[in-house]
């Protein structure tokens, strides 16, 4: 109910990048090895990141992966809030990180390769570190496509006149390329977890009535703070807990939608607010007697009648909110029979789609897709309770028998793949 209520007030909203404007399906496009790589630090690098649930370790693992990297026992790990990981595999200590870890390890790299990073980041291009100690060992060029519906929804935000803010963890240019594309003019690069709460309380100390979208761990203070919050029902179960309302499929075009759902909403409240009161200012009196002097009564039976007819109205006014379409036609096309096949379900590179009964909601999509993507040779995946699938994009040939067992483990039925 606040929500509904609140939404339509908004004037700000504040979107964090990876996962909300982008896919959050990550792709390694370029592995910098800035000196020779020693025995295991693919396996150890495979190994530490399969323990991360950050977007870009699904990227790492289905790389390395397909490079032949296998699991080795980690003997501990540690999570860098907004900057990586740090742990220890076969008695080395290795970190995986953004800028800000590099720097917190005073590692300096070569003017060169500094060039270079600077140069990819300005095309857009995410960067992650990997070193051993205080030595700069790889340098992972990421890529991460933007939402297809991320451009219209925004400009359908912006013809609502609200102000646009995007906030990330990324460094600055990459941040700056996106939101040059997407033609938002504000927006905060390399925010951590309390740096993006504070800004929205900032915001709020302005006036501002300030929505916030999300969906990772590192959004869900922010979340808390804002007026209304909104997670992704593919993202971070934490993120799905905090907000008020989510997304279910984490489509942005929802957006724009949810805002003119809560207008119509709040407009029928205002409007059966006021007609009761007109109905009952006259109704009142007169079922009381005030109009006697003049020879006017009321028939009690049509008093109950009159009474009976306000609240028909008032109930009939409201139901004109299923005249408010807030699906997108585009993601209601039909799913094909489920057709079982046996031995690797496809060869690298390619996307198969997986009949799954059982799930229920966001929570059951973020538990399948995390138990899809734990299987090595799965790049990413995503699913859909309302449709009862999950889309896998392979890395590498994988055996069908690990979905099934994969699926099952969670507790759902798997049907088999759709073709």
Not at 195 to 201: A, F, G, I, M, P
Request: aromatic share 6%; with cysteine.
């Amino acid at each position: 109910a606040a929500a509904l209520e609140q939404m339509c007030r908004i004037d700000t909203m504040v979107l964090d990048k990876t996962g909300t404007l982008t896919e959050g399906r990550p792709s390694v496009t370029e592995w910098i090895d800035v000196v020779p790589p020693s025995d295991g630090l693919y396996d150890a690098v495979y190994s530490a990141e399969m323990k991360s649930e950050h977007p870009l370790a699904s990227a790492v693992t289905a790389y390395l992966a397909g490079r032949g990297a296998r699991r080795r026992e980690v003997d501990s790990f540690e999570s860098l809030t907004g900057r990586g990981i740090a742990f220890r595999c076969d008695g080395a200590s290795y970190w995986i990180g953004s800028r800000a870890l590099l720097e917190t390890r005073d590692v300096r790299p070569s003017v060169e390769l500094l060039a270079r990073i600077d140069r990819l980041e300005q095309e857009g291009a995410g960067t992650v570190f990997v070193g051993q100690d205080d030595r700069l060992l790889s340098v992972v060029v990421v890529s991460d496509p933007l939402k297809e519906t991320t451009r219209e929804a925004l400009e359908q935000l912006r013809r609502r006149h609200i102000r646009l803010v995007m906030l990330t963890g990324d460094n600055r240019r990459a941040a700056a390329a996106l939101a040059g594309r997407l033609g938002i003019d504000d927006f905060r690069a390399e925010m951590m977890p309390d740096d993006k709460e504070q800004y929205v309380r900032r915001l709020q100390a302005e006036g501002r009535r300030v929505a916030m979208t999300g969906d990772g761990i590192n959004d869900s203070q922010a979340l808390a703070r804002a007026d209304v919050s909104i997670a992704m029902g593919r993202g971070t179960d934490v993120a799905m807990d905090v907000a008020m309302i989510t997304l279910m499929n984490s489509d942005l075009s929802l957006l724009p939608k949810a805002y003119a759902l809560s207008r119509s909403t709040v407009r029928l409240i205002r409007e059966n607010l006021f007609w009761a009161f007109f109905y009952n200012t006259i109704g009142i009196p007169v079922a009381a007697g005030a109009l006697i002097p003049l020879g006017i009564t009321l028939n009690p039976m049509l008093g109950a009648a009159a009474m009976s007819l306000s609240s028909f109205c008032v109930v009939t006014n409201a139901l004109r909110l299923n005249l408010v379409n807030i699906r997108d036609a585009r993601h209601d096309h039909k799913t094909k029979p489920a057709k079982a096949v046996h031995g690797p379900a496809e060869k690298e590179g390619h996307t198969v789609t997986l009949k799954i009964r059982g799930m229920m909601c966001g929570h059951c999509e973020a538990a399948v897709r995390k138990a899809l993507e734990a299987i090595p040779g799965v790049a990413s995946a995503a699913a859909d309770h309302e449709k009862s699938i999950a889309v896998v994009d392979l890395a590498v040939p994988v055996d069908e028998a690990a979905f099934k067992k994969a699926i099952e483990d969670e507790g759902y039925e798997y049907l088999g793949i759709t073709k």
